[in-house]
């Protein structure tokens, strides 16, 4: 038996050659490359902490967080709102709605289509002059005069907001309604028999138990929120036009590195928006942790 | 993206468990509600609707104006189909040739879902099954690894592939997918609950080697753990945009997401009716795919995020 234990190092090697070859030794090489300037030719010196100093001063760095920040929250709270209520309405005793799994396939049909694809989708569809979206309005009579969606800072991140949800918000429901059917029917039936209209049992029982969940949610968003860049890079002149309202910061990563050669300044960026995740993550983590104790202690 | 897909479930648990159905509990509603129930339940079922047709109508469109010639589009709004077709490929074409995205794509796709599902398997397997200096240690720095952003290494990256010469192939897109922590990390769970020891042992007393018996007991018993992590790798592969759009450099490489970015700034986006063309025709293989296959994702999605 012990020597046959030899055999599991055989069994992991590959994973571990294409690992450190394709996935470690290229983090340590980006640190080592955020603290140079190098430019994409080889003689590139050291220059200490410099980059990252320009960092903390970069407006266009600190202009691109908030716009990373703004898009994914306003996305965030449409996306996670939306998926509740519909786990809500479909596991509501009360109501037995039907056509469960024929509603869910088409709220999740967006997230499957190549980002490339939806960014040049709505690229058209939100054209000022010939897109669809202002021809449909316009006949509605909702508006009398056609909207330019992407060329005014708020009116284009919102489109990216809404563009994200209509993206995501069905991927949120099939998990949210996962962890809703998970919950034991005796709660809502005890809950029930204690005369809980709908609402306390949402924030009573619902809320709660489906607290780890809604963090995963949360987290996962996040960490893909954060790394925003295929739709603002498609959707307009591919650097954050309008105003530079649609610039993110791996858009401003990717184009630092392979539009500028700024390949020194650009590994800095990407080691910045990595501490911003984590940093990020651990709020979210804290924040519903304490929330969990200050509820106990309530109870 | 790839990466990006994997830390969307990082949190997530061992058994792959299929969705459980409602059962709706019998709770009959005094009698005077009723009419206010049937009311209440018309305007839910209007907006699932409405909701149904906001996420299906930019598709919609995009299949009717792939039908309409640039003029029409650009005269207004219809849902009715048009004749200009072929006339709008035969310009497409012109400019582009789709299917070699469409085929870059699917090559590297396959193989990426190929390597990830067998190396995968294989780690797993390591790890579950043989007791060796350094195996906790090496699977923590697996997980802790898994939590790292696909963009911090990026550059790193890049710089890699331009030493090892290999920038502008498919080789930089295809290989690393050998290492898929994630994919590893949920086999080696559903493993542990499947597949006993003593079933590899009696392998052994029977005369098989530790390669045969991973190939003949150990792979087909995690294949329903492989199956579902399959979905997501080939999904994740055929969408990755940010890679691809670094590594390559000549158009006939380009994936069909690059592709598509390259269209934008072509001269196709001058004519709306083969601009929407070219997108529909890399949707709908996805949306045919999605008919066949949406409940098994679906389940997927589930199971890579719930705690049972």
């Known amino acids: 038996m012990k020597k046959l234990d030899r055999y599991g190092y055989a069994f992991i090697a590959p994973f571990w050659v294409v690992f450190l070859t394709f996935s470690i030794y290229p983090v340590f090489l980006t640190l080592y490359y955020s603290f140079t300037n190098y430019t994409g030719s080889p003689g590139e010196e050291i220059v200490g902490f410099a980059n990252y100093a320009r960092l903390l001063t970069d407006t266009y760095f600190i202009e691109a967080f908030v716009n990373t920040i703004k898009i994914w929250g306003v996305n965030f709270a449409l996306q996670i709102g939306l998926a509740l ?126 607290k780890p969940i809604l963090l995963y949610i949360m987290i996962t968003s ?78 | 993206m790839e990466q990006n897909a994997e830390t969307r479930r990082m949190l997530a648990d061992s058994e792959v468990q299929p969705l459980r159905e409602e059962k709706p509990l019998r709770l009959e509603p005094p009698k005077p509600k009723q009419k206010k129930k049937i009311f209440s339940r018309g305007v839910i079922y209007t907006g699932l609707i409405v909701l149904t047709i906001i996420c299906f109508i930019p598709f919609l469109m995009m299949l009717v104006n792939a039908t309409r010639t640039n003029g029409e589009i650009m005269s207004g709004f219809s849902l009715l189909p048009g004749t200009a077709l072929l006339d709008n490929y035969a310009i497409l074409s012109d400019y582009i040739n789709i299917w070699t995205g469409f085929k870059n794509s699917l090559i590297i796709a396959v193989l990426v879902t190929l390597l990830s599902g067998y190396f995968s398997a294989m780690t797993a397997f390591g790890f579950a099954f043989y007791d060796f200096k350094g195996k906790n240690a090496m699977f923590i720095f697996m997980l802790v690894m898994m939590m790292v952003p696909g963009q911090l290494g990026l550059i790193g990256f890049y710089e890699i592939s331009k030493t090892l010469g290999i920038l502008d192939s498919f080789i930089p897109l295809i290989i690393p997918s050998i290492a898929s922590p994630f994919v590893v990390f949920f086999i080696r769970q559903y493993t542990q609950a499947t597949l006993h020891v003593s ?110």
């Not at chain 2, 005369?207 to 994740?236: K, W, Y």
């Open chain 1, 85 to 210: 209520l519909l786990a809500l309405l479909f596991s509501d005793l009360r109501l037995k709605l039907k056509g469960l799994a024929f509603f869910r396939s088409f709220f999740y049909l967006p997230n499957l289509i190549t980002i490339s694809s939806v960014a040049l989708l709505f690229g058209i569809l939100l054209d000022w002059q010939h897109g669809s979206l202002n021809m449909i309005l316009l006949k509605i009579g909702i508006i009398s005069d056609p909207i330019n969606w992407l060329s005014q800072p708020v009116t284009a991140q919102l489109s990216v907001s809404l563009i994200l949800t209509w993206m995501w918000f069905g991927h949120s429901f099939i998990i949210v309604m996962a962890g809703v059917s998970g919950i034991s029917k005796d709660f809502f039936e005890a809950a029930h028999i204690d005369g809980a209209n709908r609402w306390q049992m949402f924030t009573y029982v619902t809320l709660p138990l489906l």
């Open chain 2, 199 to 308: 079933m590899i042992e009696a392998a052994r007393i029977d005369g098989a080697s530790e390669l045969r018996i991973f190939h003949t007991i150990a792979l087909p018993m995690m294949m329903p753990a492989v199956a579902t992590m399959s979905i997501f790798t080939f999904i994740g592969s055929w969408n990755n945009y940010l890679m691809p759009l670094v590594l390559l450099f000549s158009p006939e490489k380009y994936t069909l997401p690059v592709l598509m970015g390259f269209l934008k700034g072509s001269q196709v986006a001058e004519n709306l009716g083969a601009l929407y063309l070219g997108i529909a025709i890399s949707v709908v293989p996805i949306m045919i795919a999605f008919l066949f296959m949406s409940k098994y994702i679906v389940s997927s999605i589930s199971a890579g995020a719930v705690k049972e």
């Open chain 1, 222 to 299: 996040l960490i893909g929120g954060l790394q925003l860049f295929d739709l603002p890079l498609l959707l307009t002149d591919g650097i954050g036009a309008p105003d530079g309202s649609l610039n993110t910061m791996v858009l401003y990563l990717y184009n630092q590195a392979f539009k500028y050669n700024n390949y020194g300044y650009a590994a800095a960026v990407a080691y910045g928006l990595f501490l911003i995740t984590l940093v990020f993550s651990a709020v979210v983590f804290k924040g519903m942790f304490r929330k969990e104790r200050a509820t106990q202690k309530g109870a």
